[in-house]
């Protein structure tokens, strides 16, 4: 399974676009990529999952880089409730890594 | 449904007692997994089940740690003999055959070895 790098922690401004980025430069041409997120205290959360096209729900969108060797989630519009940290999965990856915790401050 | 569901949600316990935990999935799904997760740390992945088959096991399930779908349905996950290391969440997942990367976490069940 691919592995995933990103960043300890990040920091945005409520009312801002937050954009959390993923390296997966060992990825294989039919792994998606998977974003979870986990709010303190609750088990990880789906968000979204894309395999090369850029991919928007309810929730959050998901841009892949054309060669697949990275990704970004984006909030469009962070609130108090997007603190969390939030998980890069690649394929059928089944550890979850640190991932990055976010802050969104007032 | 709701969702995934963990009894209990918190379980404190003296060492060397044996504890289980219980998972029961969203009905549909045919995968069930077990996680442990420790402060500072994500989830990591323990074993887990397609029906009834347990399909993979990782090194971290030491022979105390015994897990059981008897009928593709719920789920137990028993831990022999705890130590004060084996205090963690124990996170439950389920997801569908077609999706199985797609996991849904129920919201774990907090351990305290004393």
């Known amino acids: 399974d691919a592995k995933t790098t990103q960043p300890p922690s990040m920091d945005c401004a409520e009312g801002r676009a937050a954009n959390l980025p993923c390296n997966h430069s060992?990825?294989?041409?039919?792994?998606?990529v998977y974003w979870y997120r986990q709010i303190h205290s609750q088990g990880p959360q789906y968000i979204i999952h894309?395999?090369?096209n850029n991919e928007t729900n309810e929730m959050a969108s998901l841009i892949i880089t054309e060669d697949r060797k990275s990704s970004t989630l984006i909030l469009p519009h962070a609130t108090l409730r997007d603190t969390a940290v939030y998980y890069c999965?690649?394929?059928?990856?089944?550890?979850f890594g640190k991932g990055t915790s976010l802050l969104v401050t007032p | 449904d709701t969702g995934v569901s963990q009894d209990p949600r918190h379980k404190i316990t003296k060492r060397g007692q044996n504890v289980t935990f219980r998972c029961d999935p969203i009905?549909?799904?045919?995968?069930l997994y077990w996680y442990r997760q420790t402060l500072g740390q994500g989830p990591e992945f323990l074993t887990y089940?397609?029906?009834?088959?347990?399909?993979?096991k990782s090194r971290l399930l030491s022979d105390r740690f015994s897990a059981e779908r008897p009928k593709g349905s719920f789920s137990t996950l028993e831990i022999q003999r705890t130590e004060q290391g084996d205090s963690a969440m124990y996170l439950c997942?389920?997801?569908?055959?077609?999706?199985?990367?797609?996991?849904?976490f129920g919201s774990g069940t907090q351990l305290s070895v004393l």
């Open positions: 999965i690649v394929g059928y990856a089944l550890n």
């Open positions: 009905s549909e799904h045919n995968r």
């Open positions: 894309g395999l090369k």
């Open positions: 060992t990825i294989s041409g039919n792994e998606y």
């Open positions: 089940f397609q029906n009834e088959a347990q399909l993979e």
């Open positions: 997942a389920s997801s569908p055959l077609k999706i199985k990367e797609k996991l849904f």
